[in-house]
């Protein structure tokens, strides 16, 4: 379906564009790109449309599980249809606002900063695969690539400290400076246990070496590596319970206090982005990515063999977003230094020592996930 | 052709930004040229195929290292005015030590490796080529030795810097969290029996 979309575009509109407009030589090239802003623009507006309504649904989630009802009104035509319309009418709301600069601030680095934090969050989508064949990037060193692009992340928040000249945005900034630093070695050893198991960095690769059925998954053999991958990343994206970067009763709204308008939907519009993210992470490197949960089962495997194999990824994805939103009504808000304990002292041994478990496990051909 | 565009590009960044490391007035301006260089010269070494050191190089230096630099540098209180000061007086020693500096790798480093001719062409290898295999293979095999004392000199490092950093002083406020976890009610609660009052018996 959507190659079929794809290839009708690429005949019928860049085709005749490149042909038209540039010299023979440079045809190919120029069709070549043309052809990778599209498969972007495919990516991206379903990630920024799901960002959108994700914060709908966190508000609908939270609402129910505190027995409310969250948004409810802004709907389309007149109909209110359970509040479908309210993203869209804060996004207006928040591009007709005002962006107040305030004074003493550094105004380059003030409107850097919201672009720095969104800007990574997105080009890591660049090598996330959707299925065997659907990747923007195929690259070998993927894993690499999501690992630095999601340690850069927090440049948009220390600049946003900064340049706000306020105490409590760099109050927030610094917070969240030491707390991505301590989290993301346990993040980076997490990854190496995939690495290990995988034997790749290529995330298609690492999708593959799961297939099998719902046992062979990577969630089994590295469970604990999972567990820390997913709370290191709540921490990353400065998420309830972790979320003391922007902790409200102490330092009012942390980083992005001076921050309002479109400046401060930008930096919403990142962490959101960065929660998708590791959610769709935690589907490829630990629960099959796209790989159906029933394979490997005799009578269930055919019975759902017409279901795409994307489905499966966005379903699990969906699942994990789920948990993002269930931790921050479920736990209340960790002290400081119990966050910096939980990560230097709890999870960085604990992943080391795992490595050591899988390397043994990958070394001795443990069945079923390493023969 | 297109590497080309793309070296000198990335070149000219890198230049740019490594001077305005020094030039700039206020630290976390420099602070950041700093991490743009990184960034262009981490986008040179992509041009060699070396994806993985040019990926580590972001990941370590920009995503851990100036992290942590910025945040030193935003903490400390830098007067501009009394850094500038000295400027004149340390220009002519800065100069010389520059000079020889220059003079000093020239001679090392000769010059019939500066000639474009002698450089080897870049070996193009396909996609399946994998960087940090190779790499891996190179470092655990022929270099283990070297790899391994490296890593313990880093062993080192990391324990004197944590043993540095445990200065126990009587300031610290820090907790032990065992104490409290086991925490009982009777440590923190006391209930207090007393009579019940009614209205009008005090005055």
């Known amino acids: 379906m959507l190659e079929i979309i794809y290839q009708f575009i690429s005949q019928n509109l860049l085709l005749p564009i490149t042909t038209l407009l540039l010299p023979v030589d440079y045809q190919p090239q120029g069709l070549l790109m043309l052809q990778t802003v599209i498969k972007i623009l495919a990516i991206l507006i379903p990630v920024l449309v799901t960002v959108a309504y994700f914060t709908y649904a966190e508000r609908k989630v939270i609402g129910f599980i505190q027995g409310r009802i969250g948004p409810n009104r802004v709907g389309f035509f007149g109909f209110s249809l359970w509040g479908l319309g309210q993203p869209i009418a804060d996004a207006v709301k928040l591009i ?11 105004r380059f680095l003030f409107v850097m900063a919201p672009i720095l934090s969104l800007a990574p969050s997105l080009a890591a989508w660049a090598v996330i695969p959707f299925d065997d064949t659907k990747v923007l990037a195929n690259i070998n060193a993927g894993l690499l690539y999501v690992l630095a692009l999601t340690s850069l992340a927090v440049y948009g928040v220390i600049i946003a400290g900064w340049a706000s000249n306020s105490k409590y945005a760099f109050l927030g900034a610094l ?32 999708v593959n070496s799961q297939s099998g059925s719902i046992i062979h998954w990577f969630w089994i053999p590295l469970f604990p590596l999972f567990v820390i991958y997913f709370i290191s990343g709540l921490a990353e994206t400065n998420r309830a319970p972790f979320d003391v970067a922007e902790g409200e009763s102490e330092i009012v709204a942390g980083f992005h206090v001076e921050y309002g308008g479109m400046a401060f939907s930008v930096f919403f519009m990142a962490e959101y982005a960065n929660m998708i993210l590791i959610a769709v992470l935690s589907a490829l490197m630990f629960c099959g990515g796209w790989l159906s949960p029933f394979q490997g089962i005799p009578g ?9 194999p994307m489905f499966w990824l966005l379903a699990k994805t969906s699942f994990f977003m789920f948990l993002f939103l269930w931790f921050r009504a479920t736990f209340p808000r960790y002290r400081y230094d119990q966050i910096m304990r939980l990560g230097w002292k709890v999870f960085i041994p604990i992943t080391i020592f795992w490595l050591v478990v899988v390397s043994a496990l990958v070394i001795t051909d443990t069945p079923p996930w390493f023969n | 052709m297109i590497e080309q565009i793309v070296f000198y590009l990335f070149g000219g960044i890198l230049l740019l930004s490594a001077s305005m490391v020094v030039v700039m007035r206020n630290p976390i301006h420099s602070a950041l040229f700093l991490v743009l260089s990184f960034f262009a010269s981490s986008a040179i070494w992509l041009l060699l195929q070396a994806e993985f050191l040019a990926i580590a190089l972001v990941l370590v230096y920009v995503g851990a290292v100036m992290v942590l630099f910025l945040f030193v540098v935003m903490m400390l209180d830098i007067n501009i005015a009394t850094v500038r000061a000295g400027f004149a007086r340390f220009l002519p020693v800065g100069i010389t030590v520059a000079v020889l500096m220059v003079t000093a790798m020239g001679l090392v480093v000769g010059a019939d490796y500066f000639m474009s001719d002698t450089y080897m062409a870049i070996k193009s290898v396909g996609s399946d080529y994998s960087n940090t295999k190779e790499l891996g293979i190179t470092l655990y095999t022929e270099y283990l030795f070297q790899f391994e004392v490296a890593g313990a000199i880093l062993l080192v490092a990391i324990i004197a810097a944590i043993s540095l950093s445990m200065n126990k002083s009587k300031i610290t406020k820090s907790k032990n969290p065992q104490d409290q976890v086991f925490v009982k009610k009777q440590d923190r609660l006391r209930v207090v029996k007393m009579q019940s009052e009614t209205k009008g018996t005090e005055s």
């Open chain 1, 96 to 106: 007709v606002k005002e962006i107040v600069i305030p004074t003493g601030s550094n």
């Open chain 1, 175 to 206: 917070r969240s400076a030491a707390q991505i630093v301590a989290y993301e070695i346990a993040m980076g050893f997490a990854l190496a246990g995939v690495l290990v198991a995988s034997g790749s960095l290529n995330l298609g690769d690492i």
């Open chain 1, 300 to 308: 269930l495997e055919g019975l759902f063999a017409w279901v795409p």
